[in-house]
């Protein structure tokens, strides 16, 4: 089992930068997928962005694309999603998660990001 704490959310105002670091108790299999999602207040949670551990290829939400970049670092397990010219319709509890096959399936406890206009 892959627990996962997320860390890096704060206040920052609008157009700032913030990066969240996610990082796992165990070494990441190479077989898997991590992701960020993000959830406002009254709003479903939605996808942010994704990596594979292996090859690094990326997705990306469009409201996010081109402002937003989504890293992994074997040496520290950690999964990093910088986050630049953030809006305040960026704010939300970010989430990372981490699956094998088509479902997320190990989850962090999230980290606050409020962006102040």
């Known amino acids: 089992q892959v627990q996962l704490v997320e860390s890096g959310g704060g206040l920052v105002q609008a157009g700032g930068s913030l990066r969240l670091s996610c990082v796992a108790s165990?070494?990441?299999?190479?077989?898997?997928?991590m992701g960020w999602f993000r959830q406002a207040p009254g709003k479903e949670r939605e996808f942010v962005a994704s990596?594979?551990?292996?090859?690094?290829?990326?997705n990306y939400a469009g409201s996010v694309k081109g402002r937003f970049t989504i890293s992994r670092e074997f040496a520290k397990n950690t999964v990093y999603l910088q986050m630049n010219s953030l809006k305040p319709e960026d704010a939300a509890v970010y989430y990372c998660a981490a699956r094998l096959a088509d479902k997320y399936e190990y989850w962090g406890q999230g980290t606050q990001v409020t962006v102040s206009s």
């Open positions: 990596i594979t551990w292996s090859g690094g290829s990326s």
């Open positions: 165990a070494p990441i299999s190479s077989r898997y997928v």
